[in-house]
C-alpha cells in the first residue's frame, strides 16, 4: 500500500483544493492525517489509487508530493495494543515515519505504519506480516 505526502501552504482551503482534486478524478481517500507545522500544511494520504493521486495533484502549483510505501497491520482492538506493537518495533531499532489508524471494528483496528523505507522488511518480520 503507498503513502502520498503532500506538503502545501498552511492556509486556509489548502485541504479543500487536494481534496476537490482528487475527488475530481474519481479517487477516494480511505485513510487521511492532516495537520499543520511550521507555516506548512501535512497531509498524508492512503487512496484506492495512488498513480491517479499523485498524477492529479502534480498539477498543483505549490504542492509537494512524495510516495512512499505502507504496512498496514491488523492488531486486536483492545488497550495496550498499540503499546505493545510499537514497542517491539522499538526494541528492533525501527523507526516510524507515521502511524494512523485506517479501519477500526469491534474486535479488530488496523493501522497503516510507514517505517523509514529500510526498515520495512525487517518491521514485516517483527509484525509477522507476510
Do not use: C, Q
Not at 485513510?31 to 495533484?57: H, M
Not at 483492545?78 to 477500526?104: D, F
Amino acid at each position: 500500500m503507498k503513502e502520498i505526502t503532500i506538503i502545501a501552504g498552511n492556509e486556509v482551503g489548502s485541504l479543500a483544493l487536494v481534496a476537490e482534486a482528487l475527488g475530481s478524478v474519481g479517487v477516494n481517500i480511505e485513510a487521511i492525517s492532516a495537520y499543520g507545522l511550521d507555516g506548512k500544511a501535512i497531509f498524508r494520504v492512503i487512496t484506492n489509487d495512488s498513480t491517479t493521486t499523485e498524477r492529479a495533484l502534480s498539477k498543483i502549483p505549490g504542492l509537494t508530493v512524495r510516495e512512499a510505501d505502507t504496512i498496514v497491520y491488523k492488531m486486536i482492538n483492545r488497550p495496550g495494543e498499540l503499546g505493545k506493537m510499537t514497542r517491539k518495533l522499538a526494541n528492533k531499532g525501527i523507526s516510524i515515519e507515521s502511524l494512523y489508524i485506517v479501519s477500526r471494528k469491534a474486535d479488530f483496528t488496523e493501522v497503516a505504519i510507514r517505517p523509514l523505507e529500510k526498515d520495512i522488511p525487517k518491521a514485516m518480520d517483527v509484525l509477522g506480516i507476510k
